[in-house]
């Protein structure tokens, strides 16, 4: 009869909890190796863009040489050329928009400006003037004026056939007035406009426009401008004979012609 032996296996437990370590930890260690990489690379290409930008923040090889302005009708635009001179030999990349409309905002007729940089050394410059509303008559002559009031040039004969003057009452030189009366003329569409011969108001509650046919139309206080423009437009498309004189839209719920 054979004898079967009492002996233990002698596992080795360490040598076995070793292997199963080495079989869990080598994807952890590929795993880190490769974002190490993917880290590695992207600060790479970050840095890599970094000198880009500043060796064409500082390149002379990218400086402006040339102005180019354009967008002007009140304003002259080799006038507007000349402030910008302090910009040439400057890099086209440090010449931003705020820059240039700081220099050009001491002239009243610019209210913004679009700046593009034109390869290799042309700072290409887009005017937004102010729109005159109406012209302005005092002791200084005759002058646009904007939605906001303030003087943009002098009139010219052009001006006065295609905007209303402003007449307020003799000795009123109240600024609120006055400005009530620009913003309801900047509520209205130019063709509008061009219909009006005059724009007068005694108080800021009480602005009144003359058409050029004779008719008056009572617009009342500056509130609910874009909505008073929006039926005014469409009473003005009425007959003359059928609408009267008077064109009320100081209550836009309720006009009343008469």
């Known amino acids: 009869m054979s004898k079967i032996s009492d002996k233990t296996p002698n596992f080795k437990l360490g040598e076995g ?12 260690l590929e795993t880190l190796r490769r974002k190490r990489r993917t880290v590695m690379w992207v600060g790479g290409v970050i840095a890599a863009v970094v000198v880009v930008m500043l060796v ?3 390149s002379p090889l990218l400086a402006v ?3 180019n302005v354009h967008g002007t009708k009140l304003s002259n ?11 040439k030999g400057t890099p086209l990349p440090q010449v931003s928009s705020e820059r240039v409309l700081k220099l050009l905002q001491e002239d009243p007729t610019v209210q913004d400006v679009v ?3 034109q390869t290799p050394a042309t700072l290409d410059v887009q005017v937004i003037e102010y729109v005159p509303v ?18 943009l040039v002098p009139a010219t ?14 000795g009123n030189q109240d600024q609120a007035v006055f400005s009530a009366v620009t913003t309801v003329l900047g509520e209205l569409r130019a063709d509008v406009r061009s219909q009006l011969t005059s724009a007068t108001a005694s108080t800021i509650d009480s602005v009144q426009l003359k058409l050029s046919d004779g008719r008056t139309i009572v617009w009342g206080s500056a509130a609910d401008g874009a909505k008073k423009a929006a039926v005014l437009e469409a009473l003005l498309t009425v007959d003359p ?7 009320d839209v100081s209550s836009p719920d309720h006009p009343v012609t008469k």
């Not at 909890?17 to 952890?28: D, Q």
Request: net charge negative; aromatic share 4%.
């Open 134 to 151: 109406a012209i302005r008559r005092d002791e200084n002559g005759e002058n646009l004026v904007a939605a906001d009031g303030h003087v």
């Open 65 to 67: 040489k040339n102005i």
């Open 157 to 170: 004969k052009e001006h006065a056939q295609s905007l209303p003057l402003i007449e307020l009452p003799a």
């Open 115 to 117: 700046v593009q940089a």
């Open 56 to 58: 064409l923040w500082f």
């Open 241 to 247: 004979k059928e609408s009267g004189q008077t064109i």
């Open 17 to 28: 909890a070793e292997n199963e370590t080495n079989v869990i930890g080598l994807p952890v």
């Open 77 to 87: 635009a080799e006038t507007l050329t000349s402030k910008l001179d302090s910009f």
